[in-house]
């Protein structure tokens, strides 16, 4: 069965400093992985994807992911953090083979930059 | 307008009562979803359509859930006979057809928050 972790339910960064969100995924075959953000009192918004090729994907707001095939890792990183960027983070995945609608979301992490 | 609305933003009602949720997606956009995410979790698959069919019901908990997209647009999820336990909140998304669509860029409504009293 499809799966996704992230094993944090809370990061805290300070404004500046490097982030990371961690996500890894079980699935058969080779994955499409995405991460969305939810702001407070907004629906989720796509933020980037990864289907096939370079293992570093860029997206949204200067967030980029990379893919660790070996690891079936996808974590979530930013070279330097906003306070804006707070928010609360869902990495996804979807078995190729499988339905079109049927994403499999983790629990959430929710990030804290402080000034 | 131009993302995906949904209505209503919130209801409240009395465990057994019939509940209708609308969702009216992005223009020109063929595929629509619903999830429901209870608190703490992420969102959990419902139901997919392609068009006026639904080409994926699996997620439906049970026959109380019912969903229907009669003319490719606008679509309703319907609750019969209310639990406490379906209290979340119901999201809808929407995508294009197209590469886009295939390989899960979703646009999401704001959700419809469901309190079962």
């Known amino acids: 069965a499809q799966s996704v972790a992230q094993p944090e339910d809370q990061v805290n960064v300070a404004e500046g400093n490097p982030l990371t969100v961690k996500c890894t995924y079980s699935?058969?075959?080779?994955?499409?992985l995405f991460w969305y953000v939810q702001y407070p009192n907004r629906g989720l918004q796509f933020l980037l994807k990864y289907i096939t090729g370079d293992n570093l994907v860029k997206g949204s707001y200067g967030f980029e992911a990379e893919f660790n095939k070996s690891q079936t890792s996808f974590h979530l990183k930013k070279p330097s953090a906003l306070v804006s960027d707070s928010a609360l983070y869902f990495c996804a995945v979807r078995d190729p083979g499988g339905s079109q609608g049927n994403l499999i979301f983790g629990k959430g992490t929710k990030l804290s930059v402080k000034p | 307008g131009a993302g995906v609305s949904q209505t209503p933003s919130n209801k409240v009602t009395e465990k057994g009562k019939y509940v209708e949720l609308r969702c009216d997606p992005i223009?020109?956009?063929?595929?629509l979803y619903w999830y429901r995410q209870s608190l703490g979790q992420g969102p959990e698959f419902l139901i997919y359509?392609?068009?006026?069919?639904?080409?994926?019901d699996s997620g439906l908990p049970n026959d109380r859930f019912f969903a229907v997209r009669p003319e490719g647009s606008v679509s309703t999820l319907k609750i019969q006979r209310t639990e406490r336990g379906d209290s979340a909140v119901y999201l809808c998304a929407s995508s294009p057809t197209g590469r886009a669509g295939l390989t899960g860029e979703l646009f999401f409504g704001e959700g419809s928050r469901l309190t079962v009293l």
């Open positions: 699935v058969s075959g080779n994955p499409y």
């Open positions: 359509f392609q068009g006026t069919g639904a080409a994926d």
């Open positions: 223009s020109g956009h063929t595929a």
